[in-house]
């Protein structure tokens, strides 16, 4: 089946600092991938997301590169902020198993001025 | 921009008890989801819907658990009998299901079992 593994966090920058959270993931067809943000006591929001290989999503200031020859998607930001701190998921989802959204274990990421 | 709602945000309830849970999906989606976040955990799929059936199901989803899309517009998710271990946040997502496998999420229900 599908998975999706992230880097261990929890992940503690200073503001300012270069920011990468590493996926990858398995997957038997061709997936679409994605970044989730979740801050604290709130749902998940669509940061960005990729539909095929070399594609680069990008949303404030956040970018992931879709390669397909190394199966990952890694996040990254070139200068984070105290608002940057918050709950990472990269997803993965794909027609061949309706849709449906697999998700890694979440990079908690905090900022600190 | 069109959204997925959820109702109640959030639901305490005893153990024992039955509990509905629902979401109103983007209104021209046809795949609907739930979801399940147990406290510092991933997101943990259930249950996927599409024509009026169940398309997939997780193990977690297992006889206690049953979806319904009663009138059209609203999806919900039933509890029958809550477990304390039920306690999670609950969301439910929708997608279009044919150029797009973006799920929108909605923003979810706390579900406490006391």
């Known amino acids: 089946g599908n998975s999706v593994t992230q880097m261990e966090g929890p992940v503690t920058l200073s503001e300012e600092a270069f920011l990468t959270i590493n996926c990858t993931y398995t997957a038997t067809g061709y997936p679409s991938l994605f970044w989730y943000v979740q801050y604290p006591g709130e749902g998940l929001q669509l940061l960005l997301k990729?539909?095929?290989?070399?594609d680069k999503g990008s949303n404030k200031g956040f970018e992931a590169t879709y390669r397909k020859e190394t199966t990952s998607f890694h996040l990254e930001k070139g200068s984070v902020q105290v608002s940057d701190s918050a709950v990472y998921f990269c997803a993965l989802s794909e027609r061949t198993n309706a849709g449906k959204s697999t998700f890694g274990d979440g990079t908690t990421l905090t900022v600190k001025p | 921009e069109p959204e997925v709602t959820q109702t109640p945000s959030h639901q305490v309830t005893q153990m024992g008890q039955e509990v509905i849970l629902r979401c109103v999906p983007i209104?021209?989606?046809?795949?609907f989801y739930w979801y399940r976040q147990i406290l510092g955990q991933k997101v943990e799929f259930l249950v996927s819907?599409?024509?009026?059936?169940?398309?997939?199901k997780s193990e977690i989803f297992d006889d206690q658990f049953s979806v319904e899309r009663p009138d059209g517009s609203n999806f919900t998710l039933k509890i029958r009998s809550t477990k304390l271990e039920d306690s999670a946040m609950y969301f439910c997502a929708s997608i279009t299901g044919f150029l797009s496998y973006e799920q929108y999420f909605g923003p979810g229900t706390r579900l406490t079992v006391t």
């Open positions: 209104s021209n989606h046809l795949y």
């Open positions: 990729a539909t095929k290989a070399d």
């Open positions: 819907f599409y024509n009026n059936e169940i398309s997939e």
